[in-house]
């Protein structure tokens, strides 16, 4: 290396700076080529968004990226949808029963039923007992009323009055009972099942109202809903315990001061009850109006 003329003013630098020098000099150079010559780089260029290659994707943004939907073809395969499920065929009666006609129907064992069939889809029954030597088809006359909301089953009453066709009722509450339940239990075989009969609703007639005090006090929780009409006696509240809705029936020219009695009892003892008066009708009877005032009843009684 030669050194610096003197002339110029420049004094010699110190050896190790001229290394220093050559290897930063070696370092920056452009790599040569495999013959030996330097391949000095193309101009770096930058393409516009016309002149970029097709194939170079730009990436997306950066985003987070959905939850997986379900696999909708292995769900329809495992869970059945209710769309799919076939709708259950509304419940239907037996041939040959035809809803609020009045039909006489056997019970073994015993004395047969008078029955006004309610439609499959009502399962609750009434049980009516008539009044002493009464007429059991005094039903007919709002029998298909009462069939708009229950199965309507009138029993004969337990004895014979002397030679004729009417009935009376004795004292015998378990015997009543066991006739109550074998009734209930034809009339069910006679509906295809369509039928309650651990509930029902207990309507007595005058003696029958009495029979039906006592019943309900035997076995209160079968009857929960209580229909008296032509009630004979005065009853206080407390015959009548337990009762989730009852029912007065007077007829508007029966002597009924007892009855409207009872009406205040079983109000001030916290009865839920009602008086029902039927126009035109004396004791015994229930007059050109029955259809509607029990249809009326039976509402009430079950709303």
Known sequence: ????????????PRLSGVWLCLALAQACAPSASPHGTESPSPPVK??????????????AP??????????????A????????????PPPSLPPGIVPGE???????????????HAAASVRLAAIYLHGVCGDIDAIRSWANAASEHVTLIALYADERCGSGGRHRWTANTIAQERRIEAAL?????????QLDSERAVLFGYSQGALRALALHTNTPKRYPWLILGGLPTETPAS???????????????????HIEATAQHFAQGGVDSKLFLLPRAGHGQYGPEAPQVMSGVFAWLLE
């Open 46 to 59: 930058s393409l516009s968004a016309q002149e970029k290659p097709l194939h170079a994707a730009e990436p």
């Open 102 to 116: 009045v039909v006489k129907l056997s019970v073994p064992g015993d004395k047969p039923v008078l029955v006004a």
């Open 77 to 88: 395969s495992t869970a059945p949808s209710d769309a799919l499920k076939p709708e259950a």
């Open 1 to 12: 290396m030669r050194p610096f003329p003197a002339f110029l003013g420049v004094r010699e």
């Open 239 to 257: 015959r009548v315990s337990g009762v989730q809705r009852l029912a007065l029936i007077a007829g508007e020219r029966e002597a009924k001061s």
């Open 185 to 193: 239990a034809a009339v069910k075989q006679a509906r295809g099942g």
């Open 62 to 75: 950066a985003t987070e990226s959905p939850a997986a939907p379900p696999n909708t073809a292995a769900s």
